[in-house]
């Protein structure tokens, strides 16, 4: 199991930081997320890839500051935010959240209590 935190008070401001009317809304790590969801092709092949696609949404939508995913779940965010097309303007911003995916800390099972 991996954990990504981000807390949802970190956004990303308009793209050219001046309010300019229908665009000068901020990204959220949840967007940002789910644009690397939307883009990436393998969540949409095959039964087992629309699968995982909609597993992985439903976890980031479901989010509050923290997501945790399977490890596989994970690598396949991991690889389609990496793989994502990002307006230059803001993409410097966006490492933040980049960062933030691939420094997911593991977590263990904790074993029951007897």
């Known amino acids: 199991m991996r954990v990504i935190t981000v807390p949802e008070a970190v956004t990303?401001?308009?793209?050219?930081?001046?309010?300019?009317?229908?665009?000068?809304?901020t990204i959220t790590m949840r967007e940002f997320l789910m644009i690397a969801v939307n883009q990436h092709a393998g969540f949409g092949k095959g039964v087992s890839g629309v699968r995982q696609g909609l597993k992985i949404a439903d976890a980031v939508a479901a989010s509050n500051g923290?997501?945790?995913l399977e490890d596989a779940d994970h690598a396949e965010l991991s690889g389609a935010v990496e793989a994502a097309a990002y307006n230059?303007?803001?993409a410097r911003y966006l490492i933040q959240f980049y960062e933030a995916v691939n420094a997911a800390a593991t977590?263990?099972?904790?074993?029951?209590?007897?």
């Open 107 to 114: 977590e263990t099972a904790k074993a029951p209590v007897a």
């Open 88 to 90: 230059p303007a803001v």
């Open 12 to 25: 990303i401001p308009p793209a050219d930081g001046v309010s300019s009317g229908a665009d000068d809304r």
């Open 66 to 68: 923290t997501i945790r």
